[in-house]
């Protein structure tokens, strides 16, 4: 605990939106922040200057993917994935949970841990909670996850409600695995869409939430005002003197409206995965660069953005590399999507500190098309 603390500088009175200071071992986290997921010890397309220039402070590393290549044990050899990607700013890693819960036809589940075959070729492998520890400690994250149990959007209350018993027993043997002071453990919220699995996960969870819990299981396939209306009902049974993470969760909107309802950290793949699709966020709402209608269009993507891309290039160009298959193409847009989420998370900081985050919140969602967010 020495090496971490989290404060809460200012709080918005209609909403409970924080603004904070997260304190570790490589660097103060100013929240609510916007993390890039790196899943294999990059984000994809970008080297980390581009991240320094994008003001990232924090980014994700997945344990599941680096579990398989190129192995801890190597990544521990490096010097631990600080080093091992030349990155000098906090690190948090996932525990794999929801890349094996994906694997559904490839994994078995027993309250030891979980059995499942390799992605890339078959091979079989077995984690348990301190199999987990042992991966995360090698990897060497600032912030790690303990090892959890996801449910899919629609799974039945008698699922949910197991993968609950599960999620609170790996907790309990991840806790007294983890040995290592430079690393905070955050223990993870399940229950699915059921308020009293929620609300009794928190009770799980609490016990062993030093400085940091995080929230799984949402944007998994419910709809977001599903996932708003859990958000809303734990707010208040979360702990307010540590952060709150929101796992998995990156779209504009979804931001706006998760620090509304106090979340602090969010972080999300598709910023860079839509970006290789040919597509833009906007403060509007999605642009889909590689459409005709952009053929000779020669206005930057967001003239109100002030990103690289934005500054030097035109849809029309970058439709172009899009559709030549030109790698340039999604780096740019890439960089433009992640400047828009960690750009917007810092106007929403701003806007809590000098308190008028609710009619920032009402002027974005007044300008966001919600028709053109889905993905």
């Known amino acids: 605990m020495e090496n971490f603390k989290f404060e809460v500088i200012k709080e918005c009175p209609k909403?409970?939106?924080?603004?904070?200071?997260?304190?570790?071992?490589?660097?103060?986290?100013?929240?609510?922040?916007?993390?890039?997921?790196?899943?294999?010890?990059?984000?994809?397309?970008?080297?980390?200057?581009?991240?320094?220039?994008?003001?990232?402070q924090i980014i994700l590393a997945n344990t599941y993917h680096l579990y398989?290549?190129?192995g801890h044990e190597i990544v521990k050899k490096a010097g631990g994935l600080h080093k091992f990607m030349n990155w000098d700013k906090p690190i948090l890693t996932?525990?794999?949970?929801?890349?094996?819960?994906?694997?559904?036809?490839?994994?078995?589940?027993?309250?030891?841990g979980v059995e499942?075959?390799?992605?890339?070729?078959?091979e079989?492998?077995?984690?348990?909670?301190?199999?987990?520890?042992?991966i995360q400690k090698a990897l060497g994250a600032d912030i790690i996850m303990a090892l959890d149990q996801c449910t899919e959007a629609g799974?039945?209350?008698?699922?949910?409600?197991?993968?609950?018993?599960?999620?609170?027993?790996?907790?309990?043997?991840?806790?007294?695995?983890?040995?290592?002071?430079?690393?905070m453990l955050f223990p993870i919220v399940q229950g699915n869409i059921y308020k009293d699995l929620r609300e009794e996960c928190i009770k799980d969870c609490l016990p062993y939430a030093k400085c940091g819990i995080a929230i799984g299981g949402l944007s998994v396939g419910e709809e977001k005002s599903v996932m708003y209306d859990i958000l809303s009902h734990i707010q208040p049974l979360l702990p307010k003197n540590m952060p709150r993470y929101l796992m998995g969760v990156g779209s504009p909107d979804?931001?706006?409206?998760?620090?509304?309802?106090?979340?602090?950290?969010?972080?999300?793949?598709?910023?860079?995965?839509?970006?290789?699709?040919?597509?833009?966020?906007?403060?509007?709402?999605?642009?889909?660069?590689k459409n005709s209608i952009y053929k000779e269009d020669f206005s930057p993507i967001d003239s109100s953005c002030d990103c690289y891309t934005c500054k030097h290039y035109t849809k029309a160009y970058i439709r172009h590399l899009i559709n030549a298959g030109e790698m340039l193409g999604a780096q740019l847009l890439s960089i433009h999507n992640l400047h828009m989420l960690i750009n917007l998370a810092h106007e929403c900081r701003e806007a809590i500190l000098a308190d008028y985050f609710p009619e920032f919140k009402e002027e974005f969602s007044a300008n966001y098309d919600l028709s053109k967010s889905r993905f």
């Open 15 to 56: 909403t409970g939106a924080r603004a904070g200071i997260f304190h570790t071992p490589h660097g103060d986290i100013e929240t609510p922040i916007f993390m890039p997921v790196g899943t294999q010890a990059t984000v994809k397309g970008l080297t980390v200057e581009n991240l320094k220039d994008l003001k990232a």
């Open 68 to 70: 398989l290549r190129p």
């Open 94 to 112: 996932d525990s794999g949970g929801f890349q094996v819960f994906s694997l559904s036809k490839l994994r078995k589940v027993s309250d030891e």
């Open 116 to 122: 499942f075959r390799s992605h890339i070729n078959g």
């Open 124 to 134: 079989k492998h077995f984690i348990t909670p301190e199999k987990d520890m042992e």
């Open 155 to 183: 799974a039945s209350y008698q699922e949910a409600l197991e993968a609950k018993r599960l999620t609170k027993l790996w907790l309990e043997r991840c806790f007294k695995a983890h040995q290592n002071e430079n690393q």
């Open 254 to 289: 979804c931001l706006v409206e998760g620090f509304a309802r106090g979340i602090d950290m969010m972080d999300c793949v598709l910023p860079t995965r839509i970006a290789r699709n040919g597509t833009a966020f906007t403060r509007k709402g999605k642009l889909v660069v």
